[in-house]
Structures are given as C-alpha cells and as structure tokens.
C-alpha cells in the first residue's frame, strides 16, 4: 500500500493556488520581461529600418537616430533583463521554501500506520528525490519558462507588426515542431524518471558501502559489492543512452523547425518584395526574428519535459497531503493520570487481530514490566497504551478520554513511549534532546544526561553538548544513543512512560543501572516497561505477562514465581541456578 | 560501460587526473570536438549566406539566383543541424563515460578501504563524491569540446568581418574575449555562492531524510514542531542563499545582455555607416549584425565553461580525498591472484580443506583459541573482550597487521598477510550491516550455496521467523539497512550470513544481545553442533550461550585470567571463580556494578 500521488486535477489545483498565492510578485516579473522582451526586439526592427534607408539612399540621416535608439534599447534590456530575472529567482526561491516546508509539516504529522504499511523507502524517496526534482523544476523552470513564453509570443507580435504578409513565412516550422516536441514529450516524462531512480539506485548503494565499510572488510562482501555498482552503473548507462536516443530525434526536429522559417522567409519575401508590397528591410527584419526565435522555442521545448518531471514528483509530493488523519482531537481535558485499556484489540492486516480483547489498569505511579516471547504483542501493546495508532476495537483512555482524541502536544504531556530505535537526528547533542523540550536551559539538558548514566561520555566529548552527531557528524554508539533517547523522555517529563526494549542495546549491567538511576529521576511517574531481560521483570512492581495477544499472567514477580505458571517457568530458565 | 577495470589514475593533481581521464577517450573528445565546430561553423555562416541572399536584391523577386542562395541556406543550415545532434551524442557519450569512470573508481576504493575511509572523512561527503562530483568531472568533457568549436566559430567570424572590414574585424576579435573577461570576474563569485547553496541545500535533505527516518522516535515524544521548526530554520537559510545566488546570476544575466549588446550597437552604427557611405551592401549589414547577435552564443559557452571548470577542478580535488584512503590491502596481498574477483572463502582448494585445523593465540594477552572448538570470551567490560576478539581476525582501521602479535597454526598474521586472515578467520561484530537487495545475495556472499544450507544457517540462527515476514522468503527484498526488520531480526541474520562464510575460525561478537531469553537459548544450543570440527569464538555474558562453550576465558585488564568450562568456573572457589560468577551470575550482576562504574570508563 503506497502513499497517495495527486492527480491531475489536484495537481492543477494546488499549482494555481500556489501561484495566486504570490500574484503579486509574479505580476511584477511577468511584467519586467515583458517589457525587457520587447526592449530586444528593438534591435532587428532598427535594423530594418536602416537597411530600408540604405536602399533608399537615405541613410545619413538615420544612422545615428538609430544608434542611440539600439544603445538605449540595449541599456534598457539589460537593467530589466536584470532585475527580472532576479524577481524571478527570488520568486521561485520562495514558493519552493513554502512547498517543501508545507510538505515536512505534513510529513511530520502523517499517521504512523500509514507510513509503516507503505514503507519508509517511499516516504524517503519523496523527501528526498522528489524534493530535489521538483525544486528544479520550480526554482528555475518555472521563471525560465515565464521568460521564454513571453519572448516567443512577444517576438512572433512583433514580427505580425511589422509585417503581417510576411511574418506568416515564420509558421513554416510549426509544424514539424509541433510533431518532434509532441513525439519527444510523450516519451521523455518516464525515460528521465528512469534516470534519476538509476542515480538514487546508485547513490543508495554507494552510501551503503561507506556506512558498511567494516563489514564489508570483516566479511570480504568486497566483490559483491563492486558487483552491485556496476549493474547500477550500467543500469545508469542504459537509462542516459535511452534519453540520448530521444534526443537524437528531437534535436535535429526542432533545429530544423528553426531554419525553415529563415529560408522561408526569404524566399517569400522576395516574391512580396517582387511584387512591391513588402520592403527589404521588412524581410530583413524578419528573418533575423525567425534567427533568433529558436532560443526561448528551444528553452521552452527543454524546460517542458523538465517540467513535466518535476509535475510528476510534485505530485508525490502534494500526495502525501490526502492521508487521512488517524484521529481528530476533541476538547475533552483528561480527568487524572489514570490509563486505562478496555477490550483492546488492533489488527495490522484487516482480520488479525495481534491483540485480542486486552484489558489493562495502569495505577498511577506502578512499574509495570511486560514479559513474554516475541511476535505475541508486546510492542503493539506499548504503542496502543502511548496513542500512537488509534485501536482498530476497544479504547486507551487517560482520565477517561482516549488518548487518540488528545491534541498531538497534548498527549506527550501526558504519555510518552521510547523505544530500541537508535537514531539520532542530524544537529548537536542539544538539538536532540531539546525536540522533547524546546525550551530546557544546558543545565536541565546535562542533568537529563546525568540521569540515563551518560554524564559520563558527555563530559569527556571536548564540545559537549554542541558536540555535531548523527549523519557527517560524531557517531554514537547504539547505547550511547538509546540514553539520548531515554534523557529525551526524562526533559518531556510525562505522567506515563512506556519504555520498549529502552535499554536493550546496553549491555545486561549498564542496562541495569541505567533502570534504576531512571526510575530515581522519573519516580511517582507510571512507567510500563517491556523487556526480553528478565531482571526488569524482577525490579518491577507488577509483571504482566503477553503471549498470542493476551495478557495470560499478571501480578508481582513474588506472586508469580509462586504461582508456577509460565512466567515462573520463565523466570527459572533465564537464572539458570 | 561500466569499465571492466576503471584503471589506476594518477592522484598528484586535480589536472593529472583529468588529463588521464582525457587520454582514456581521446578519440570521443577529438570527435566531439570536431563535430563542435562543424556544427558552430555552420551556424555561423548563416547570417553571411542571409545577407549574400538579400544582396542579390530582392526587388525582382524569386530570381535563380535566389533560389540558389536559399538553397545553400538550407543544406548549410541542414549541415549545422546534423552536426549539432552528432556533436551531443559525442558530447554526452564524452560526459558519461568521464563520470562514470570516476564514480566507479571511488565506488570500487570504497569497497577495499575498510572502516578507514568513515574514520577519515564523513559518510555524506564519500557519497557527495560520487552523487555530484563524479558528474562535475563528467560536464568538464561535455564542455570542452563545445568550448572548442565555440573557439572555431569564433575565430572563424572574426576572419570574415575581417575580410569585409579590417575595423570591425579586429573590434569582434577583440571585443568578444574583453567581453568574456568581464563576465568571468562574475562568474567566480557565482559559483562560489552556488556551492554555498548547494551546501545548505544538502543539509536540508539530510534533515528531510532524518524526518522520515526518525518519524517514529518523533511521534513517541512529540518532537514533531520541535523538528520542523528546525527543518523550516534550515529551509529559510536554503532561501536565502538562494536569494544571494539571484542576485549575482541576475547580474550575470544583464551583462550578457549589455557587454554584446554594445558591441553589437557598436558594430550597426560602423556598419550602418558603411553602407550609407556605400563601402558595404545593405546585406553586409545584416550579415554583421548576425554575427554580433550570433556571438553571444560562444560567449554563453565560454561562461558556462569557466563555471564548469572551476566546479570540475573542486570536484576531482574532492575525489582525491576519497580516492588517497589507504587501502586494506586484504585484496591484494593474496597469493593467488586468480582467487581476487571471487569471494575469499570457504577456502576452494581440496588440500587446504584437508589442512588440520590450527590454533590461534594472542600473545598479548595469552589467549589460546584451540581448534575446532567453541571459546567463550567473558569480561567485566564487554567492550574489553569485543576488542580482543576484533583484534583475532585484525579487523578495523585501528588494527595494523604488521602490529599484531597474533599466530595461526604458529605463523604471525603478519606474515600470513591480511588475504589469507580474511579467508581463514571472519569477524562477525555485534552491530553488523545489512545491505539492500534480495535476502538470498544478502546471507550468501558467494552465491554458491543451496537452500538446504541458507535454510540451515537461518535455522542454526533461529531466524525462521524472518524468513516468514519477509515477502517471496529467500528471494524478498531486504530493505536498506534493514530497516523494517527488529534488532533483534536484524541481529539474527547477521549471524545467519557469518555462519555462512562457513569460516576456518569464525569469531562473534554478542551474537544474541538484542535477542529474548527463549530464542538465545535456541541459537546457543545450535552453534556448537553447526560450527562442529571448526574454530568458533564467541564474545558474551550470557550464561545461557556460556553452558554450551568448550571452553571459556576470563579477560581481565587485557589478559586471560582463568579458563575452564562454564561450570567449573562457576564452581571454582578462588578470586577468578569469584569474578566469573560477578560477571555472569544475573543474580549477583548488581553487587558489582557499583565497583565496575569506577573501574571501566567508556571506550567510545
């Protein structure tokens, strides 16, 4: 199941909104080239107007009219040309800035189950490929294509203006231009896209052999490795020749739409000369028109397929706005800091249920480990019991109100879940833990530190803090990182905290004490702890036991070990003595 | 494409490189180069067969003389345009086959470096250098030949004006190349703030993907606004250096419009007078005022050169940073040169299989590892005896074989050389990496086992159950770094794929540490009997893995200080007894932490 792409419609829709949005500038740079557009046209039509008076013998008088009049027009497109262009880019700059900061907005706010079942790849690709594809097109197509369309439009007016008789020899290569360019742009749209998914193909395989290097040494993955980037290379290859064949047939098309005019207009200007109704300089005029119109036609045929590129990956890209929210936040203020899940069930693939009916009475303040063999649910448990997914039946509440219908900001005040994933953000140490509380002073984020055991190693980094990690920067270790994480969940202080595999990177002793300096910090706060270590079990105040979905067993570790059940037998086989 | 062996280029100088890749195809960018200028040529030649046609005079209309004027402004024109799409086929082929080369020169160097290239340059920069510097060096040979027909037609103008007037002719030749000047001393600040915006932009997408990766840690704490205040922050700055970048290249922009624009004016107001004066035909003029307006496309090449010039010289200076990383030299130093492109082991040939295993001893810390048996390393830090067991195979850029005190069967690995300990002792680290692509190439490096042994190796790493969420099974696709597995998945089939190097000595690192109780219990009872007859050396704290060992030593302060099996250590009644039960009875774990704190500061 993949994320949604806008259709056309959409596409048009949101494309106009966009535009309309920034009327203004566009306006004023629509209105620049215009006016520098007409200031280049002055140039051949003096010419005319010269070589007319030449062949009149009436030259003297003009040419230094003429001159001044070419230098002023010159001038004049020059400063426009300028300030046009600059209006243009400052534009395109600005509406991508909008698109793309719109976009991580919606990323960020995308349901998780959503993402999951459509696999990160395809969100990545989007925040990534399609980003850079459609902020070329944007940045520089949009303003390129605003300037060639005014030039060509502006050119054949002028052309008609000066003389309409023999301006209509300027159609001559409409034709085979319009059969090249629409042969060419039916076909590029998915030739280039094959391009650019060979080039992420290959740049995705170069980044894994740099971040694998070691392994790729300790395991001698070296020529299987080398293998991969030249299939890539050559898949690479492939997709270049097939968009060069392309070319091969536009080009030549569209170069020779180009000449045709030139000769046809000479040819027919001279029977009109012939027959005295146009001028020489008319025909002259025009022909160095019909010269100089193949560079925005040509810019023009080159940034539609660019465009039509780019639409497809704005379409991804604005696609990701029709998720449907996963919950709609209500007014209702939670009464107390009591948990409570009621009937609980949730199902991954419609029709299995990975957890059945599970009813679960958090008090306020309880450690509460939960034990069992992997795949029975434990983990879909902790994400239902912090409101990530909305259940598919049942509820979670807190103070009576489920959690899913508390605002996002809301309910991380009160219920927080971290888990074994070890990523770290991009930025200073900081800057990670300070996602969780923007506003925390050094002080509270070293104390944060100090509480998961990791003054230690933070002291010793001689930037501290501002230490760079994460991609290009110091690379923590996965321990090292899960106490980012767990110093994260100590600033954000919430009520209730589900820990999954928190620790499980660590080794088993540090692990331990790591518990145990946490729940000095965080006690009186709920916590429910998941873990494959037993010994958490054995320091929490009750153990909840998940196996196929249910909870099976459920009390203090004494009462259980007592009570010989399956945790007992657990217990025994993990202690070995 | 891509080469069978990119070859060895010279590392001196961003220009000795480029002028070896230049010597690998001179024949394209000669062919280029001429198909350039033929196609500049002919455009240029327009505006003069132009103005020769409307000098014939129009006046009687459709003359022969005419039509043959027009006719030979269509086959010259027609010439032009074949030779410009020849030209592009050359130019690209030119253009792939630089970047291509580069991009798997580095590619293949990063494959033979080991961890050292991440110790000395950062990840996104090693990938910067093929995603955009590998195609920089590309443009440089797209470029250069449009540079010199751009040159030709140039020179060729010049030549012409020159014959019809000695004033104009020496003013194009030159004005032209002061009009280049001029625009270059813009062009260098461009691109500086170009890379400058590159650069941003970059970090932004590596916020973008961060988003994405990190989305779930997100949502478990609500860090979302946090996070996307930094990316728009970061976005913000992308626009402005945008905006810093329209500045300069709008300047750029007027002056190509102005500098030809007033030789252009310049060449009209001689030429008009010229022809008031009669020296030249109204046609000459229009011929002149061609070539002036033909011009700016040279001059447009000759920018755009300069811009690529300069980037392609940055670009390679960049690559040779890459490319400088020493290489392990596990590939190179082997004794048989046939064995280089294929996996290094299982060991192919009869007799070496038939070799009786041997010990493996580290005298540096008195460790003997005997043959065919399965030796458990313990230590109160972990990261102790990992560094020990790396050091066993001399994996890593902090490990140098001429330093290792380690002997195989008596030999010191030194000199073994690294290509013979590859093939005979493989490392399996605690936090291995997965690579895309399909499960079965990703456990079997060499392609050639069957099922029945993927099977058995998963089996032996009771990872069946990734098997199952897996789509298509053996045949599905991993994902990158295997992300929508668990560690505890991931871990698994690492050990799956170590298994299947089916090494000499096989050394692993805290193979079970992100694995529940049950499952480690499964896999440590399989090991043994998998890995039998062979060398086995595991790095754990875990009784459940320690009960099935032959033997295990305790590490202390770098060196072995008790040995024996899991059972009698815990039994013996001295300090070492006493210390092994502190490390790995679970019961007594937390007496010792306190003390351990004090005593085992962090590696990293």
């Not at chain 2, 997408?205 to 988003?211: E, K």
Request: hydrophobic share 45%; aromatic share 4%; charged share 20%.
């Amino acid at each position: 199941m993949r994320l949604p792409v806008a259709d056309r419609g959409l596409l048009r829709e949101q494309t106009r909104a966009l535009l309309r949005a920034h009327r203004r500038p566009l306006a004023v740079v629509l209105v620049l080239h215009g006016l520098a557009a007409v200031a280049g046209l002055v140039g051949p039509w003096l010419l005319g107007r010269i070589v007319d008076a030449v062949v009149a013998g009436e030259a003297a008088d003009i040419v230094d009219r003429a001159t001044v009049g070419l230098l002023v027009a010159v001038l004049a497109q020059a400063v426009l040309i300028r300030y046009a262009q600059r209006a243009a880019r400052v534009l395109g700059e600005t509406v991508f800035a909008d698109l793309r900061e719109d976009f991580i907005t919606t990323v960020t706010r995308l349901p998780l189950s959503t993402v999951e079942r459509a696999g990160t790849g395809d969100l990545l690709g989007r925040t990534t490929n399609d980003i850079d594809r459609a902020q070329h097109s944007v940045r520089f197509g949009v303003p390129r294509i605003l300037v060639a369309s005014v030039t060509t439009v502006l050119t054949l007016a002028a052309a008609f203006v000066v003389d309409a008789r023999v301006a209509v020899a300027l159609l001559t290569g409409a034709p085979l231009l319009v059969l090249t360019s629409r042969w060419y742009l039916r076909r590029a749209t998915p030739a280039y896209l094959r391009e650019s998914a060979a080039y992420a193909s290959l740049n995705g395989s170069i980044s894994e052999s740099v971040e694998g290097a070691r392994t790729i040494d300790a395991l001698g993955l070296g020529p299987q490795r080398r293998a991969r980037i030249d299939a890539d290379l050559r898949e690479a290859f492939d997709a270049e020749s097939a968009t060069l064949r392309l070319r091969t047939v536009l080009f030549p098309g569209v170069d020779l739409s180009f000449v045709l005019p030139v000769v046809a207009t000479v040819l027919w200007g001279a029977v009109l000369v012939g027959q005295g109704t146009a001028s020489v300089g008319a025909v002259a005029t025009i022909a160095v028109y019909a010269l100089g119109i193949s560079q925005p036609v040509g810019e023009l045929i080159f940034w539609l397929d660019e465009i039509q590129v780019g639409g497809t990956s704005l379409a991804r890209i604005l696609g990701v706005g029709l998720v449907e929210p996963d919950r709609s936040p209500g007014s209702a203020a939670p009464d107390g800091e009591q948990v409570e899940a009621r009937a609980l069930r949730y199902a991954y693939r419609p029709g299995h249920d990975v957890l059945h009916e599970v009813d679960l009475d958090l008090l306020p303040g309880e450690r509460l480990a939960v034990v069992g063999p992997s795949g029975a649910g434990k983990s879909t448990l902790g994400r239902m019991l912090a409101g990530i997914h909305p259940p598919t039946g049942g509820s979670v509440t807190v103070g009576h109100v489920p959690l899913v219908d508390l605002p996002l900001d809301e309910l991380r005040g009160h219920v927080a879940l971290v888990t074994q994933e070890h990523h770290v953000f991009v930025g200073s140490i900081a800057q990670n833990l300070r996602l969780a509380a923007p506003e925390a002073s050094d002080a509270e984020l070293l104390a944060a530190m100090d509480a998961v055991d990791a003054g230690g190693w933070l002291g010793a980094l001689p930037e501290g803090l501002e230490t760079a990690v994460g991609s290009g920067g110091l690379s923590l270790s996965p321990a090292q990182a899960q106490q980012v994480a767990l110093a994260r969940l100590v600033l954000l202080d919430p009520h209730t905290l589900v820990l999954d595999e928190a620790t499980s990177l660590l080794d088993p002793r540090a692990a331990r004490h790591l518990e145990r300096s946490l729940s000095a910090v965080l006690a009186g706060r709920t916590v429910v702890a998941i873990a494959h270590r037993l010994h958490t079990a054995h320091d929490a105040d009750r153990v909840a036991v998940v196996d196929a979905g249910r909870i099976t067993e459920l009390g203090p570790h004494e009462v259980l070990v007592a009570s010989d059940g399956e945790y007992a037998a657990l217990w025994r086989s993990w202690q070995q003595e | 494409m891509p080469y069978r062996d990119p070859g060895t280029p010279p590392l001196t100088s961003p220009q000795a490189y480029l002028g070896w890749v230049a010597r690998g195809q001179l024949g394209l960018v000669l062919s280029a180069s001429a198909w350039g200028t033929c196609g500049f040529v002919a455009t240029a030649l327009l505006p003069y067969l132009l103005g020769r046609v409307l000098d014939h005079g129009l006046q009687d209309g459709p003359t022969d003389e005419v039509v043959r004027g027009v006719l030979v402004l269509l086959a010259v024109g027609t010439v032009g345009v074949l030779a410009n799409v020849v030209e592009h086929r050359r130019a690209v082929e030119n253009w792939v086959r630089a970047a291509f080369r580069s991009a798997q020169l580095l590619g293949h160097h990063v494959t033979r470096t080991g961890d050292a290239v991440t110790v000395e340059l950062p990840t996104g920069e090693v990938v910067s250098t093929v995603a955009s510097d590998s195609l920089r060096v590309g443009e440089v040979f797209w470029i250069v030949p449009r540079l010199l027909g751009a040159v030709a037609a140039y020179l060729v103008v010049a030549v012409l004006l020159l014959r019809s007037s000695v004033p104009l002719g020496v003013a194009v030749l030159i004005g032209l190349p002061a009009v280049a000047a001029v625009l270059g001393l813009v062009v260098r600040p461009l691109t500086r703030r170009e890379s400058g915006q590159r650069e941003a932009a970059g970090r932004l997408t590596t916020l973008g993907a961060d988003t994405v990766s990190g989305l779930r840690i997100l949502r478990g704490i609500g860090g979302e606004e946090a996070f996307a205040a930094r990316y728009r922050e970061q976005s913000q700055r992308v626009r402005t250096a945008g905006v810093a970048v329209a500045r300069t290249q709008s300047l750029l922009d007027g002056l190509t419009v102005l500098l030809p624009g007033l030789l252009l004016a310049g060449i009209v107001w001689f030429g008009a007078r010229l022809a008031a004066a009669g020296t030249i035909t109204p046609g000459q003029l229009v011929t002149f005022y061609g070539y002036a307006a033909f011009l700016t496309g040279p001059l447009d090449v000759a920018t755009d050169a300069l811009r690529i010039l300069t980037r392609g010289v940055v670009g390679v200076r960049r690559m040779l940073r890459v490319l400088a990383v020493p290489t392990t030299g596990a590939e190179h130093d082997g004794p048989r040169p046939a064995e280089r492109n294929r996996p290094l082991s299982p060991d192919p040939s009869p007799a070496a299989r038939l070799r009786p295993a041997e010990d493996l001893v580290d005298e540096r810390s008195g460790l003997r590892v005997r043959a065919g048996r399965l030796t458990a390393l313990v230590s109160a830090d972990p990261d102790e005896s990992a560094a020990l067991a790396v050091r066993l195979g001399v994996l890593g850029a902090e490990h140098r074989i001429e330093d290792s005190l380690v002997r195989l069967g008596g030999t010191r690995l030194a000199e073994r050389g690294l290509a013979e300990v590859r093939r005979r002792i493989v490392v399996a680290e605690s936090a291995p990496h997965l690579f895309t692509g399909r499960l079965r190439s990703g456990l079997d490096r060499g392609g050639d086992a069957d099922d029945a042994a993927l099977l058995s190796a998963l089996a032996t790493a009771d990872a069946g159950d990734v098997l199952d969420s897996v789509p298509h099974g053996l045949d599905g696709e991993i994902e990158e770094k295997g992300r929508s597995l668990s560690g505890g998945q991931r871990q698994r089939l690492a050990l799956a794929r170590a298994l299947l190097t089916e090494a000499e000595v096989l050394v692993l690192v805290e193979p079970t540490s992100a694995v529940d109780a049950h499952t480690e219990s499964r896999i440590a009872q399989r090991l043994g009997p998998a890995r039998a007859g062979r060398t086995t050396v595991v790095v754990t704290a875990s009784p459940l893995v320690l009960e099935h060992a032959d033997e295990v030593a305790l590490i202390d302060d770098g060196r072995v200080v008790a040995r024996g099996d899991h059972h009698s250590l815990l039994t013996d009644d001295g300090p070492a007894g006493h210390r092994y039960r502190a490390v790995v009875s679970r019961a007594e774990a937390e007496d010792s932490t306190e003390e351990e704190e004090n005593r085992a500061p962090s590696r990293r």
